[in-house]
T-cell receptor, first 110, second 118 residues
């Protein structure tokens, strides 16, 4: 069945460090791919999305590229800030349902 | 602000009690969803409603019932709460392709309802 596997956390980085959170997926057809972010005590918010192969989603300095050949959608940011501390979820939509990864907790220390 | 509104934000129940979580969206979305979030397990779909008048089971429907009251509202009911239902519950909504959206079908989430069953 369709599924998402993402890097387990927690991840702790110093401010201005480079961030990568790995995400791979299994899906039939051509899913849309997403990264959602959850700040403490809040619901999930869309961070970025990509709808077809080779699309690059970007927002707030975060980027992810839809790689069909490796079935991946890794999240990257060149220089993290303390305010980026949150839980990040990779997700896919197959035209019927959404599927989420288990989430990766990121803590950025000054 | 437009979006998804859930009530209550917090609730404590005793085993066997019943309760209903309410959810409303004002974005004219067709589809609505109920998820539960547990540590280490991410989000799991309980029930969803692809359109007004339809509901379907998700991954973990046992112990829950839902009602799609109208296009805006989608409630989740626990008939006899159990400690295993202690969780954070999220309601979400989305457009469907063909509903005038451009690009991906994006989920919009509510702020969550934290339920503790003693």
């Amino acid at each position: 069945g369709d599924s998402v596997t993402q890097m387990e956390g927690p991840v702790t980085l110093s401010e201005e460090a480079f961030l990568t959170i790995n995400c791979t997926y299994t899906a039939t057809g051509y899913p849309s791919l997403f990264w959602y972010v959850q700040y403490p005590g809040e619901g999930l918010q869309l961070l970025l999305k990509a709808t077809k192969a080779d699309d690059k989603g970007s927002n707030k300095g975060f980027e992810a590229t839809y790689r069909k050949e490796t079935t991946s959608f890794h999240l990257e940011k060149g220089s993290v800030q303390v305010s980026d501390s949150a839980v990040y979820f990779c997700a896919l939509y197959t035209g019927n349902q959404f599927y989420f990864g288990t989430g990766t907790s990121l803590t950025v220390i000054p | 602000n437009a979006g998804v509104t859930q009530t209550p934000k917090f609730q404590v129940l005793k085993t066997g009690q019943s309760m209903t979580l309410q959810c409303a969206q004002d974005m004219n979305h067709n589809s609505m969803y109920w998820y539960r979030q547990d540590p280490g397990m991410g989000l799991r779909l309980i029930y969803y409603s692809a359109s007004e008048g339809t509901t379907d089971k998700g991954e973990v429907p046992n112990g829950y019932n839902v009602s799609r009251l109208n296009k805006r509202e989608f409630s989740l009911r626990l008939e006899s709460a159990a400690p295993s239902q202690t969780s954070v519950y999220f309601c979400a909504s989305s457009r469907q392709p063909g509903q005038g959206s451009s690009g991906a079908n994006v989920l919009t989430f509510g702020a969550g309802s934290r339920l503790t069953v003693l």
